[in-house]
């Protein structure tokens, strides 16, 4: 296989790769502060994708505006379900609060998808925007690729100086190390993981509207993505965002990889090995903090 | 129990018998002249395969009604046509309520004979029920040969094409094209149907003096298509063949697009309406096949024309049509070849028998699996033009393909 083609498909990695880790970065945020695992997280992006796309081919409305308007919508749904289905759930014991807050997001996911299929329809959608491409010989690099990869770059220095540089983050990292102290500093850790949910997913909205301008959504495909997230949040760290923003590229160009020298109908499924073979080689790389 | 419990109940189940009693079966005497003929159908209404059959319902109503305006289906022995008459269920898209749905129009609707199911998943458990109560049974879109290879004597399919004719006239159109094409790259949807396609037409095209530069295969879950964009790109084929169902394969088309591949021809094999909304203008140029179009005449071509635009139903969108009201028209044609209402008599009318369809003849082998084919047809400026073969064609195809040889 030519040089060309091996570059080709690194550069295709790396920007998979790149949507993956955002995807991740609500996720991790949310499982380090908040302590749920949230099995619709994917779904959300899914549901997120087909409204976008559906606001683009209805109303024309540019991917940017689109952003952001979805954003501060999830934020507030999220701040909402979580206080509505998920705090109650803070107050049982701990067997109780961890099967519950699983049948709670499981339960979510099914229905959300469901309700997007009736009311959008079960087929794939985007946002075909087809800006000029860009060749270098062999090698072809679209606009909208090297936009998205702004994108994500911008999106995570952001969370980045969020939360290590405001008092958000500063709390966010407080409650993650210790609720009590935090509460007792005067930190309101139930406010603050309010927050964090609704921000982890409102990042979800972002990143949703970087895959549709790139890859299909469909209401069903949620919870693959999900599952690959919770992959990178294993290989990156939990709350560690430059670790998953690494792991994600790492996922990324590993399915292209596989997919270049093996074969293409097994490059989703690397997830599950990569994840597989940390947790077998470094047993204790979950630990990872904010 | 108490007296008046007692009478209470015996009153309920003597006010059930009535009910029970006074209601009609759909059908109340084989081989009767009086009695409309009663075919018993399930279709996918619901459950993942409802997309390709949302509209057959009232398609189905609408049939009724055209075929009944003209007297029904001519019965010789009765020496007048008798009434058409439908039982439909909803199968969910599950292949154990459709068995639970056949049975119960076997058993509690008497239907006359069945047309129908749709999809090899439901083709598989379904016949059995068929021949167990002696029902002929013609399928409409079940493809997979193995189906029919179970020794059934009650059971017929129509599914257009089928997988040894399915791209048959395109290989005839691309061994006369100019400037001819020396390589072709598959592509192939990791699935029993479509992998099939791929197998039999891989071998067809080494034979016709094709090079077959390579064959991908990709999963439904698979999103960024760059490493096999790349591979197909390198290997610079003439032709890229895509063995695809439409929607797994939306991302690859536009992948492909935005990588900007280059040949003569992308053909996929399911080029259907769905995959256009999907895909926009990245479809432009490409080729695909279909069963048949509205504006080629055939037998009872004028009757489905009509069922079709009174029921809103296209071929672009709804692309397993004719194969549903193909299986309708075989058993109308079986019961006039038998010349009565006779289910053993229609069973010996259909065997290795020749019907009409409004794409042409339909020969069924002794298994009673069809040897359908279909048109090739390419995306003309947002349109289907149906371009081979030539006797037919509503447009003459675009070789090579201006799209696909400078892309965008």
Redesign the interface.
Known sequence: ??F??LL??L???VL?GGLYALVAFGLSLIYGVVRILNFAHGTLLAVSGVLASLAFSAWGMQPLLIAALLAPLMFVCAYGYYHLLLRPLTKRNHFESTVGTVLVTVGTLMMLSDITAKAA??????I?L?LP?I?FG?I?I?T??LLILAGIVLLTVVMHLLLKRTWFGRAVRAVTQDATGAQICGVQSTRIKALTFAFGSATVAIAAVLYVLS??VDPY?GF?LTVKAFTIIVVGGIGNLPGALAAGVFL?VA??????YW???W??AISVVAMLLILVVFPKRVGARI | MTKSSFQRIAGAALAALGVALMATPASAKIGSCIDPIVFGTTLSETGPFSTLAGRWRKMTEVFVEEVNKTGGVMVKSCGKKLPLKFVIYDDQSVPATAVALYEKMATVDNVDFFVGPDWSSLGGPVPPVADKHKIPMVMANVATPSVYDRGLRYIWGTPFPVVPRWSERYFDMISKVIPKPQSIYFVTHDNPVMKGITATWSKKAEAQGLKVLGNETFSSELKDFTSLIAKVRAAKADIVYISSYDNASVPLVQQMRQLKVRAMDVHHTMLTGSLARQVGADIEGMTGELSWYPGIKGAYSDLVETVMKRSDVTMFDYIWTLGRLTSYLTMIQGIEKAGVVDREKVKEALFKATVKSPAGDVTFDERGFADTGAFTVQMQNGKVVVVWPPEVATGKVVWPSPTWQQPQ
């Open positions: 296989m030519s060309d083609v080709q498909v550069i295709g990695g998979l329809g079960a087929t794939q959608r985007n075909p087809r491409a060749e062999e072809v679209s909208t690729q890859f299909p495909m693959g990324g399915e292209g990889l596989t997919g270049l074969k293409p109908e490059a989703p």
